[in-house]
């Protein structure tokens, strides 16, 4: 099988890649014995196309010298592609995600794509050029916040270059250009914001100082793909406070809550409290105690009435005193109306008897009659 061959072991339905533009062959061998099916596929995916940056510029006419060099490093290197003669081969490689930048005495002359590419060993010069992202580290500088907190930063900036002959010959050291300008603008974007911002925001942070850098580094070539705060110290002094200040915080929070806890736990009580005095929640007492009286070994029972039954009894015998004393109330004021009519009937009587004495026998007869039916 060729390098250039791959096995998808998948058993599911095979599907066209996205990165490949043309047609894939599928060869598929069923096996026995439950293994699952094999797929060739015999072509690889296309690979990414680098964005050209080949273009030629206009130089300025040579002179009878630079003909005459121009001329000797033709020669030499035409010499140079034997492998016999000591001469420099003319043609030099320029690499996949870089581009060459070709000077002519020092002018540039044209850019070429990645490849092997032509170059007078005498008049011409080959600059090979990055244009893959790059990834720096931004050293850990001291910024003071606007609330006047020291903290100390680390970062990391991703940028490629887009323009390489700005980036070249426009600036001496791109590299050291892009790390002072991220240092100098993450001092001033921190510096206006409070310490609790540069903790919370680090993202927006990030942002803004990519908005701020992009548009200087545009002028000189590069694009800035994004820039990270990866880490962020304090001083002890600082870490100390915040951390007492949370604690505080988480201690408030736990006191708030026990506090609504015991406010539900009272509530709750009170109305388990209410319940239990009602009546019917003092017979299921009542009858849950009979019911563990009457469990127990070697015990005596006595079946006393209930609460309520009490209540009434009591209630009852209260009534009935009262009118007992009420009835009794009565039978003296009888007893008296009663001793002051007889009273009356002995003082007629007397007086009969000094009329007549058959008349004081009717009188005599008629107190007997009312003794006997008081009586």
Not at 201 to 217: D, G, K, L, P, Y
Not at 269 to 293: E, F, T, V
Not at 349 to 365: C, F, H, I, V
Request: hydrophobic share 35%; with cysteine.
């Amino acid at each position: 099988m060729s390098q250039d061959q791959y096995y998808d072991a998948s058993p599911k339905v095979p599907q066209q890649s996205p990165f490949d533009q043309g047609e894939l062959t599928y060869g598929q061998q069923q096996q026995q014995g439950g293994q699952h099916n094999t797929k060739i596929i015999s072509r690889q995916p296309d690979a990414i196309k680098q964005i050209t940056y080949a273009k030629e510029y206009n130089v300025k006419p040579q002179g009878a010298y630079q003909s005459i060099v121009s001329s000797l490093g033709s020669i030499c290197g035409v010499c140079g592609i034997c492998f016999l003669c000591p001469c420099k081969n003319p043609y030099n490689d320029v690499d996949q995600g870089s581009i060459g930048m070709i000077t002519k005495f020092g002018e540039l002359a044209r850019v070429v794509d990645p490849g092997s590419t032509y170059v007078n060993i005498f008049s011409e010069k080959l600059h090979s050029v990055s244009i893959r992202i790059q990834v720096q580290d931004i050293p850990e500088q001291a910024c003071l916040t606007k609330d006047n907190v020291i903290v100390y930063l680390k970062s990391v900036l991703y940028y490629n270059i887009i323009d390489p002959q700005k980036a070249v010959f426009g600036i001496s050291n791109i590299q050291n250009a892009i790390v002072e300008r991220t240092q100098t603008t993450l001092r001033d974007v921190i510096g206006s914001r409070v310490l609790q911002d540069v903790i919370e925001r680090r993202e927006e942070i990030a942002e803004a100082i990519q908005i701020i850098i992009a548009q200087t580094a545009a002028e000189w070539g590069v694009h800035v793909e994004s820039i990270l705060i990866k880490d962020l110290q304090l001083s002890n002094e600082v870490t100390q406070s915040l951390s007492q200040a949370a604690q505080a915080k988480r201690i408030g929070e736990s006191k708030i809550i026990t506090a609504k806890a015991e406010v539900e736990s009272a509530k709750l009580m009170r109305q388990a409290a209410d319940i239990l005095a009602s009546k019917p929640a003092m017979q299921i007492r009542y009858l849950d105690a009979m019911q563990n009286m009457a469990k127990s070994a070697n015990s005596k029972v006595i079946f006393m009435p209930s609460s309520g039954e009490i209540d009434k009894a009591a209630s009852n015998q209260i009534e009935a005193a009262a009118g007992s004393s009420k009835n009794l109330q009565e039978i003296d004021e009888l007893d008296e109306f009663q001793e002051e009519k007889l009273q009356n009937l002995q003082k007629q009587l007397e007086q009969t008897r000094q009329s007549g004495g058959d008349q004081a026998e009717r009188y005599k007869d008629m107190i007997a009659m009312k003794e006997s039916l008081d009586h």
